[in-house]
Every structure is written in C-alpha cells, then in structure tokens.
C-alpha cells in the first residue's frame, strides 16, 4: 500500500485517488482549485478524518495559488476559502483541524502572498507526513494490544485511505503483521457506502493479510461464535470526555462487544482529538442522502418516494471503550484525564 | 396488500409472485412441475418461513400431477419428491412441517393416485388459508403489547409477503393500524437480500403506514436516540426451548434492544416451532453465495477473489426475547414450558 498514495501534490495540482470507483478502477482526481477540493470531499470520493484533513490543506493551498492582492486581502480571502472547504463535511474534526492549522501558520508567517503560498505548501506537505508518522505510532503502541494469533474485527475504513497512509485501525493490523503476529481481519461491509467491501478488503488484500468480508449484521453472530479477539476502529471526532463519533453502526459494534467482553479499541490521531467538543452529544452528525440507500449503481433498490434516515456517523460513549490508541499512547479510562495529559503535551503509554 | 397475493394455485399451475424483482416490479412465477416449486424457493423469489412452507406444500402438489403408478408407487415417488423440496433451504422449519404435513395426509388417506391428488391439493390450500387465520390471531395477540402511539423497528421481511397473507412481525403492525393506534415503522434494509428496503417499505407503503428505510447498522443509534419503543421479528425457527433462528442481524438487535431496555418480541405462528430442536445450537444455519456479498446487480462492489462469510440466519437465545407472539396466544418465558403448554393444544393469553 506504500505506493498506493490517497493523494499527492504535483505541479501545482492536488491529485485524489477516486476511491468511490476502487476496488474496480484506480483513478486520481485533479483537483486544481480549492472548489474542486472542496467536491472530492463532499462526494466522498476521498473520505476518512485524517485524509479529509489533509485534502483540506492542500485545497486551501490550491486557494491561495486562486488568491492575490496585498497580505490582508489574501489573508481574509483565504478566511473565506477556509470557511468554504470547512462546510463540506460536519462531523470529522481533522477538516477543522488543518485548516485552522494552515490559517495560524498564514497569519504568523510573515511576508506578502507570494511568501505566503510558499510557507502554506510547506505546512501541508508537513501534515501529510506527520499524518504517516502518527499512524506508525499508533500501530507501534496498538501492537501492544494484539494477541498472536488475532481474530480482529473492523468497520469502514480506518485504513492507508482514509489517512495519509498506513492507516489508524488498520495500521494497527499492519503493525502486528511487521511484528510477525498470524492476524486474520473481519471487514464489515458498511453500509450504505461500502468502505468495508470496497477499501479495506483491497488494502488488506493487496498486502495478503487474511481479510472476510461480512454484512454489517453479521458482527453479532459472529462475536457470539467467540472468533473476534477484539474491535479496532477509527474515528471521525473523539469529544473531550472520549466520546467517539465514528461510521454509522460503530456503535452497535461497542454495544455488543461489550456484551460478549471483547476489548473495543478506538484508534486515531491526536489532530482528530477535540478538546473544544465536551461530549458527543455536542459533536455534529451528517445526514447523507437518502439516495445513498434508495438507489445501488443508478437502480432502484427501494420504493420511489420512501422516507429515509441515513445519518453517516453515530457516537459511542466512553464508558463503552476499553481504550484510545493515539500516537501519544494507549489512553485508559478515565478519558476526560488521559486526553487532557496528552493534549497538554504528554505521552502515555 | 390483500389484494396482492404472495403464492396462489389456478388451474394446475402454481402461481408465485417474484419477490427479487420488487419493489421494482410485479411479476409471477409459473410453477408446472415441483421443479419449478424447488427453484423460486432455492433462488428466493419466494422467502419468510411460512411462504417457504406454502410454496413446498403445493410444489408437493405439483410432484404428484406428475407422479403416476399404483398407490405404493405414488406413494415412494411422493416421498423423494418431498426430499428434492426439503433440500433447497435448511433453516426455516415450516419446510418441513408443510411437507410431512401433505405426505402424512397422503399416508392417512386411503385410494388410489388420482384420489390422493384431489385430497393433498385441498390439503394445501388447507394450509394456506390456516396460515393466514394464524397471522390474523398473531395480529390481534400481539397488538395487546403495542403502545399507542408507538414506533416499532423491525428487521427483514416478516409481513404478507413472506407468508400467505397478513404477515407476523408486519401482522402486529396490521393488527395495531386496524386497531386505530398511530404507528410509526423503522425497516432495517437487511442486507445482503434487501428484504427491509424492498419488501417491508412496499407492503407498508402500499397501506398508508408511515415507514422509514434504515440502514441495518443504524438501529443502535436509533435505540440510543430513544426512538423506538419495541423491536418485532418474525423467525424461521423456534426451537423447543425458545431460542430462535430469523435473518442474520436478529441477534444483535436482540442484544442491543436489551441494552436499551426495550421490548424484543418475535411473531411466529405454531408451524414456525419445532419441538424436535432442543435449542438454537441444533438448528442449521444456512450460508449463502458469496456473489450476494461481492455484487450487487451484477457489478462487482468488493475485490475479485475476496474470502466471505454470508450466513443467512442468526440464533438469539431465548433469555434475549420478552415474548413469543404465536396464533395461540403471548408466550412469555420460560419458554420452554410455555411453548410445551400450546404445542399440547393449550392456549396461552
């Protein structure tokens, strides 16, 4: 999956990999204005916290390469641009994340807008590599937490896609596969997008780790059949307290897991970390088009007309997550504690 | 929906509608042989315990239009025809139960082949119009447990169309409309079979009850959101004890519905329960085609070669289900004596 790359930056241009058309066709998207970053990430064809985040970056760069004038003109016309990328997507807090990090490094840099694209490129390029560097980290410290052999079970994507590469839950998975350990992998399919179906079975076939695909129902039967050692999932948002907003049916997952007392670990950076959300209640959650389930490849799959609720996200409390595998450490219970420590620049492990 | 008819005889031909092409379409089946009877079970044109039990009983039928010779003859040709039906699906038991039911009042009735077949097709039209009086019992037994107004989830397809008319799970929500209670539905899609998001949402739509389509991992959202006040499923078995086999993601329901402290009742008429299955461990679980996981109308959605696990159906233990709701009354546990009681003739209320 190294050289699979979510997205590079070449000659000016932000270049996505289309992943709503894998595992069919490997297709880069040109992205070569901030509005064209702006729909790759409102249609998903790039999706997952960390790379929307750092889709984000590069399309605020790509908005600033479309803005001129003198420093305060562009400052404020890259406020605005900021503000346009931040309304794609409510409920992954990377997005924020990095274009609050990209605006902060434009204001405190001095120097005229020329400067200023040139510092801007840098910062980007500066998360997508930091992001790689963070899930090593998090792999590092979640290896810990995987027994030899592992019958682990993951949902959506949490993988080299939804990150700059390497992946949170899934770079996990690659961790305890370069540590040697027998790791067979269960991908629920996740509907209705099937980031399971199509992008984690790819990441971890491509790299020949033992994946089963199952419908997302199946998670229950099969913890009941006693072949899941433990749960890893990404986030979208983890609230002050540990409340986790991650993939709709995440959840449910918790719920049982806790009812058949197999571990259930949340893997993410500390840039999808807010400290600004108290809990989950407060954090926002998409509700996506009832299309997404009416209609499957432009064919009707449900009566024309019927009402649909379709939230892309659900929350899990705290109380309900065994641990948080960060790049600062493996974070205990109690959450509201450990997160503080690590925010205020500790490291737990 | 009485004026849609899941299955009916004419002529000698059997008549059953194609639930695969729904909502899209309406189309019927002819069934001229037992062949024919075996096939729309096996492909799932025709699924839901009792509709399975149906269609055999006149595919039954259809096997001894075509099976000649003296009594004895008649009578073994009966027998293996029976066995070819038996075969095409493991799990639900009303299979069994129609099919010994026509070939134990073959048994019974003395004469010769052309006797028999005017006796055993009157035999299965016994069969289909009992199935519907039992749904009709199931409604009014179970619509005593349904709150006004209410919001009821349910999983799969457990209404007309999976019997011969009326439904179980969707009879209660018949029963409690009749009833003048305001009833709200949340139909989880089912996946891979799409059962919720094709067949559920219709037969409701078509009655003017107000439905919402779900994706099947969003009812421990919804549950946590505290918009539902009872879970209602049909089953395919019943063991002696009160575990139950129904469409995979029944389980989980189950356990999430408990951890929420709602009601979890499951609607089964008698031919559902088989007294022969000690417990859930000894019901069969069929697994189905990879294909139904990989494809969708024919378009890969998941790496070619990719390994999966499709179980059709799951066990919920009885300790996980409020109530059993049967044509003979509101089973409450432990089941296993209250199961014993009606299948002795009693009535429970």
Redesign the interface.
């Known amino acids: 999956m190294n050289r699979v790359e979510t997205l590079f930056w070449k000659n000016d241009r932000l270049f996505v990999l289309d992943q709503t058309r894998l595992?069919?066709e490997m297709v880069y998207v040109t992205c070569e204005s901030y509005r064209d970053a702006a729909e790759v990430i409102r249609t998903m064809k790039v999706r997952g916290a960390p790379a929307i985040g750092a889709v984000a970056a590069f399309g605020l760069v790509l908005g600033a390469l479309e803005t001129g004038g003198d420093r305060e003109t562009f400052l404020s016309g890259l406020e605005l641009i900021a503000g346009e990328l931040l309304g794609t997507r409510p409920t992954a807090v990377n997005l924020r994340w990095a274009l609050e990090r990209i605006l902060s490094k434009a204001a405190d840099t001095p120097g005229d807008a020329a400067d200023l694209r040139r510092v801007l490129l840098a910062e980007a390029v500066a998360i997508l590599r930091e992001d790689v560097e963070a899930n090593r980290r998090i792999g590092a410290y979640g290896n810990e937490l995987v027994p030899d052999p592992a019958r682990i079970l993951t949902?959506c994507n949490a993988g080299a896609l939804a990150t700059a590469g390497y992946g949170t839950a899934l770079g996990v998975v690659r961790a305890a596969r370069e540590a040697g350990k027998r790791v067979k992998v269960?991908a629920?399919?996740?509907?209705?997008f099937?980031q399971g179906?199509?992008l984690t079975?790819?990441e971890l076939?491509c790299e020949g780790v033992?994946?089963?695909?199952?419908?997302?129902?199946?998670?229950?039967?099969?913890m009941?059949q006693k072949d899941v050692d433990l749960v890893v999932v990404g986030a979208d948002r983890v609230a002050a307290n540990g409340d986790v907003a991650n993939k709709?049916?995440t959840?449910?997952l918790a719920?049982?897991a806790?009812?058949h007392g197999i571990p259930f670990y949340v893997a993410a950076p500390l840039s999808t970390i807010d400290p600004r959300t108290a809990s989950g209640r407060e954090i926002p959650i998409e509700e996506r088009d009832?299309g997404e389930?009416?209609h499957?490849?432009g064919?009707?799959?449900?009566?024309e007309?019927?009402?649909?609720?379709?939230?892309a996200f659900?929350?899990t409390p705290n109380a309900l997550i065994t641990a948080l595998i960060t790049d600062a450490g493996v974070l205990k219970p109690p959450f509201e504690e450990s997160l503080r420590r690590v925010l205020g620049g500790g490291q737990e492990v």
Do not use: K, Q
């Open positions: 595992p069919v949902h269960f629920d399919e996740t509907r209705p099937m179906a199509r079975t790819w076939m033992e994946v089963v695909l199952l419908a997302d129902s199946v998670a229950g039967y099969l009941a709709i049916g959840y449910g719920v049982l806790r009812a009832p389930l009416t499957f490849c064919r009707p799959i449900a009566p007309g019927v009402s649909v609720w379709n939230p659900d929350v």
